[in-house]
Antibody, heavy 121, light 107 residues
């Protein structure tokens, strides 16, 4: 059974860089695209970006200048860095697995429980 | 980016009711449309992918339809565990986008 677990700090200061890690169990991280998605309090879901191996990444254009993703296949983990944080980056951050289930069938079939990150001094 | 607009933003219903949630894309997305259920403090759950295909393990009271720009999710007979927020999401463009969500509450 595939499981994803986010880890990282719950509180980060403005202007600093957030670093989060998603640990995957039950499947190889090398076989799929992996995404980060966030939800600010009281708002909807926002896709941040995805990674496949260490060379293939796609980022949300609105966040591209501040986001970096990486993969550590030896630990079956992938990571997210968001720089120049502001209060607007306060959100629950989720990691998720992207699969191609068939024609027109790209979707997120497994998600982590989410981690609340607060940006505040 | 492709904008996804859901309606209504919220609705109240009773156990046993039939409810439909709508989702409109700002441009053509074929059937690259997914539906998720989200409860507070839990991971979102994939319900429907490719507009109308039921994810394994999801009850058959959930159904989806649509193509192009207009889509809908229907719950044929509400169960107590169905009260949650529902999101549509397009995967036609790599810059994936979600609808703003529809909160389904108990009447």
């Amino acid at each position: 059974q595939v499981q994803l677990q986010e880890s990282g700090p719950g509180l980060v200061k403005p202007s600093e860089t957030l670093s989060l890690t998603c640990t995957v169990s039950g499947d190889s991280i090398s076989s799929y695209y992996w995404s980060w998605i966030r939800q600010p309090a009281g708002k909807g879901l926002e896709w941040i970006g995805r990674i496949y191996s260490s060379e293939n990444t796609d980022y949300n254009p609105s966040l591209k200048s501040r986001v970096t993703m990486s993969v550590d296949t030896s630990k079956n983990q992938f990571s997210l860095k968001v720089s120049s944080l502001t209060a607007a980056d306060t959100a629950v951050y989720y990691c998720a697995r992207e699969v191609l289930s068939g024609p027109s069938a790209i979707n997120f079939d497994h998600w982590g429980q989410g981690i609340l990150v607060t940006v505040s001094s | 980016d492709i904008q996804m607009t859901q309606s209504p933003s919220s609705l109240s219903a009773s156990v046993g009711d039939r409810v439909t949630i709508n989702c409109r894309a700002s441009q053509y997305i074929s059937t690259f449309l997914n539906w998720y259920q989200h409860k507070p403090g839990k991971a979102p759950r994939l319900l429907i992918y490719a507009a109308s295909t039921l994810q394994s393990g999801v009850p058959s009271r959930f159904s989806g339809r649509g193509s192009g720009t207009d889509f809908s999710l229907t719950i044929s007979s509400l169960h107590p565990e169905d009260f949650a927020t529902y999101y549509c999401q397009q995967s036609y463009s790599t810059s994936f986008t979600f609808g703003q969500g529809t909160k389904l509450g108990i009447k």
